[in-house]
């Protein structure tokens, strides 16, 4: 064969992508299904995540025409984030619970890039799997692929500054801004959904509950994930990875 280490990594993981495409979607997750908010909360977050979005496009752009050999941690972060959220696991009430994979994207790229890769996942998603909605694609993606990945940065680099161990800091960067995704999810929920009895408040804390179980566990095996995946690429993808946010920051 004629493949380069790195061709042979891409190729894994797309072929691990298209073997999801043949599963049965499950219709509850932890994304924010079709029809579960009311249409003016679902503009309100559009409206908020479109930004970001936005410069997120002109930023990959501009990233991509530097440094051509961004494409492959591109295809890789964005393959990472479809598969790893794909992974449902069942929490209460018939929901479920699963990994973000935006913490490898917001080491690599920032916060805006990963937002351009996160709608990218959840219109797939949405329209392949049944998974998340449309009209929730605005909340989706500010919890998701916005409020999470900037807890992981600004972690991540507060990490570099108190000196912490590269491989240390990135478990904890990815782990904290997984679950404050999932933080976030839950705020929306309980903000458009609030109890009679507690309202918005009351709404939150049982939201969390439900989902706490399940999703600490995932949090923390998220950051493990990410930390492995950054050993293999610092054995194969060095120039590659240096060229990234992360060799800059590291």
């Known amino acids: 064969m004629f493949f380069s280490r790195i061709e042979k990594v891409v190729l894994g993981l797309t072929v691990f992508v298209a073997a999801f495409f043949v599963l049965p979607p499950t219709a509850e997750a932890m994304h924010i299904m079709e029809g579960y908010l009311p249409i003016g909360y679902c503009l309100a977050w559009g409206a908020v995540a479109l930004p970001f979005v936005v410069i997120g ?22 393959a990472f984030i479809f598969v790893i959220s794909s992974l449902k696991i069942p929490s209460v009430t018939g929901s479920c619970s699963h990994m973000t994979g935006t913490g490898l994207s917001t080491i690599l790229f920032g916060v805006t890039s990963t937002s351009v890769l996160g709608v990218i996942v959840l219109v797939f998603q949405a ?9 929730t694609l605005g909340a989706n993606t500010f919890s998701m692929a916005i409020a999470g990945p900037l807890v992981t940065l ?23 801004g997984d679950l404050f995704t999932y933080c976030v999810t839950a705020f929306q929920l309980a903000l458009a959904h609030p109890s009679e009895t507690g309202g918005v408040l009351a709404s939150l804390v049982k939201f ?34 240096a060229a990234s946010s992360y060799g800059k920051v590291i």
């Not at 329209?127 to 009209?135: E, K, M, P, R």
């Not at 600004?154 to 904290?176: D, H, I, T, W």
């Open 57 to 78: 496009v002109i930023r990959l752009r501009k990233t991509i025409q530097e440094n051509r050999r961004a494409l492959i941690l591109l295809a890789m972060s964005g």
């Open 208 to 241: 969390l509950l439900v989902f706490a179980p399940t999703q600490i566990p995932l949090t923390i095996v998220e950051g493990f994930l990410t930390v492995l995946i950054v050993i293999g690429m610092e054995s194969f993808a060095k120039q590659e990875l």
């Open 154 to 176: 600004l972690l991540f680099k507060a990490g570099k500054a108190l000196k912490l161990n590269k491989l240390v800091n990135v478990f904890v960067a990815v782990s904290l």
């Open 127 to 135: 329209i392949l799997l049944a998974h998340g909605g449309l009209t």
